[in-house]
């Protein structure tokens, strides 16, 4: 077969997309409780918007983003997004509510682009299920989100980790960043290449670059750089998750590396992933929405990444399987179109039914009604026809009983767990 699907891209069948769906359900629902608004916004932006938002020193910016010129637009260069919060700050501001109405809570789902490497949990499309939190500054916003991802992983039964850092603001970073530098400077023979470009261009990446190896221990700690304000906020949050009893773990070496980020930044590890284990990532981003043009207000925001959820999901075997309830079996024509009208009104009673062909000979459907996890069979001929009854097989237990239809009904429905 030569037209198979690109690298990096996947086609989600069944389960696996059963498994993204239930992701996101269980969030739109708990989202729903904390009063989150959904925005939609367009998959194709202007590929400046990236590069005014994320900077030319992403990663995602600078190597992974889909980009063309799009004929149409006056050779306008366009990006497929790779990520939702640009798009969703533009709209934002485009709509006027830096200044009319500051104050929003939005969320955005759908798929992302980006050209990396693909390995397990790591794919060139992918879904994110994001929130972003506009006119809020103060603390109590940060950990209401992150209490709500706290109820969004434990309605979902994935063991998770959480951890949490404050980075500082515009007032006590540049020291940070300086410190950075200066350790770089100093372990330079024990950095990568990759790292030795961070040190002048994006020295907080340094923490990014080699996370789990020995190298950043003697990095300087974003803690204790902390100014008055940015401590007194972070102190607060801590605060607020214990009140909750939400469990995280402060992790000192947690960075966001672009300058907009402030303050509160957050990861959630799922187990079962393997090196792809962040399943949300998140922070604070007080200076974002001036950067792109807009008011000076406050924001904090975070993105689910739905594809790995679903694989922790069912890592951890929480996917619950949807078979159907009964399988319906006709014979002859008479009694098909009888047994759609059965069909339909066993449905109505909120039962999963799927109608087998009336093509095939009965032991063929009786395999296939097992097959597909039907806990009954009900059969349909001439004869049940006119008499207004079904044959109702467990196919559990291998018994087989005449009933009327109003009676097939509550008894399949009785032998739901
Ligand atoms: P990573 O360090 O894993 O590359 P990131 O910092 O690029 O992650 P973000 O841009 O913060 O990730 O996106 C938020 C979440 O989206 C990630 O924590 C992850 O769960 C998910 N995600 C990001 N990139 C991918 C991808 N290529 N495939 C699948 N999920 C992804
Ligand atoms: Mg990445």
Redesign the pocket.
């Known amino acids: 077969m030569e037209l198979t699907r690109l690298r990096?891209f996947r086609d989600l069948i069944a389960a696996d997309a059963r498994a993204m769906s239930l992701v996101e359900e269980r969030a739109r629902a708990i989202f729903d409780r904390y009063s989150i608004k959904e925005i939609r916004i367009p998959v194709l932006e202007r590929a400046q918007l990236y590069q005014r938002s994320s900077g030319e020193t992403s990663?995602?910016v600078e190597k992974?983003m889909y980009t063309f010129t799009d004929r149409d637009e006056g050779e306008t260069v366009v990006a497929i997004r790779?990520?939702g919060t640009p798009g969703v700050v533009r709209a934002y501001i485009e709509a006027g509510l830096d200044r009319t109405d500051p104050e929003q809570r939005f969320f955005y789902s759908g798929p992302?682009f980006?050209r990396?490497r693909?390995q397990k949990?790591?794919?060139?499309?992918?879904?994110?299920f994001?929130v972003e939190v506009f006119g809020r500054q103060d603390a109590a916003c940060d950990a209401e989100l992150l209490i709500m991802i706290d109820e969004l992983c434990r309605d979902l039964k994935v063991p998770f980790t959480m951890e949490i850092n404050s980075i500082g603001d515009q007032k006590c970073r540049p020291a940070f960043r300086e410190a950075l530098v200066k350790w770089g400077r100093a372990h330079w023979d024990e950095l990568d290449e990759d790292c030795h470009n961070r040190i002048d261009r994006n020295p907080l990446r340094l923490l990014?670059c080699k996370r789990d190896a020995k190298v950043t221990e003697s990095a300087p700690n974003s803690l204790d750089f902390l100014c008055d304000e940015c401590r007194a906020h972070f102190d607060i949050v801590k605060e607020l998750l214990t009140a909750a009893s939400v469990q995280y773990v402060v992790n000192p070496r947690m960075v966001?590396g672009l300058d907009y980020y402030t303050r509160t930044a957050f990861?959630?590890m799922a187990g079962g992933l393997g090196a792809?284990s962040?399943?949300?990532?998140?922070g604070r981003y007080d200076g974002l929405v001036e950067t792109m043009g807009g008011a000076a207000v406050a924001g904090i925001g975070?993105?689910?990444?739905?594809?790995?959820?679903a694989l922790a999901l069912e890592a951890a075997g929480e996917l619950p399987t949807v078979t159907p309830d009964a399988a319906i079996i006709s014979m002859g024509a008479a009694a098909t179109r009888h047994a759609v009208v059965v069909a339909r009104s066993l449905r109505g009673a909120n039962l999963n039914i799927e109608m087998l062909s009336p093509e095939r000979k009965m032991k063929t459907l009786l395999a296939r009604a097992s097959k597909i996890g039907a806990r009954f069979a009900v059969i349909i001929g001439d004869d049940e026809l006119a008499r207004g009854v079904v044959q109702l097989r467990d196919l559990k237990q291998s018994t087989q009983r005449e009933v009327g239809e109003a009676e097939a009904a509550a008894l399949i429905a009785g032998a739901r767990g």
């Open positions: 990096g990663d995602v992974q790779p990520e992302m980006r990396e693909p949990g790591r794919y060139r499309q992918f879904y994110q994001g990014d966001r990861e959630v792809q962040t399943v949300v990532a998140g975070f993105a689910i990444g739905v594809d790995r959820m």
